[in-house]
């Protein structure tokens, strides 16, 4: 019923940037509500996932603390496309990052993920 694809997921040098995209796919009959939120979220081995950004149907948006004023969420028009721009990569910053979706929170449907890596 619905399907996210992540692309964008590659190597870069520290200080380096990086576009994330996400793009839903949907067959058949869905409620709209469940892309009322998306989001990414990251989880590197060994640690928590975690969630990077969401973004509401209405365009509010929320960043961990650790990507405030680094990263920037945003999504299209029909609201079945998020984007994740990332700046001033870090190492630490090294993940597999999920897009998601959900009703309340973006947790409802999920990609399979891209590699983020940040080194030298």
């Known amino acids: 019923q619905v399907q996210l694809v992540e692309s964008g997921g590659g190597l870069v040098q520290p200080g380096g940037s990086l576009r994330l995209s996400c793009t839903a796919t949907?067959?058949?009959?869905?409620?709209?509500?469940?892309?009322?939120?998306m989001g990414w979220y990251r989880q590197a081995p060994g640690k928590q996932r975690e969630l990077v950004a969401s973004?509401?149907?209405?365009?509010?948006?929320n960043y961990a603390d650790s990507v405030k004023g680094r990263f920037t969420i945003s999504r299209d028009n029909a609201g079945k496309q998020v984007n994740l721009q990332m700046n001033s990569l870090k190492p630490e910053d090294t993940a597999l990052y999920y897009c998601?979706?959900?009703?309340?929170?973006?947790?409802?449907?999920w990609g399979q993920g891209t590699q983020v890596t940040v080194s030298s």
């Open positions: 998601s979706c959900g009703r309340m929170y973006p947790n409802d449907y």
């Open positions: 949907v067959s058949g009959v869905i409620f709209s509500s469940i892309f009322n939120v």
């Open positions: 973004i509401s149907r209405g365009g509010s948006t």
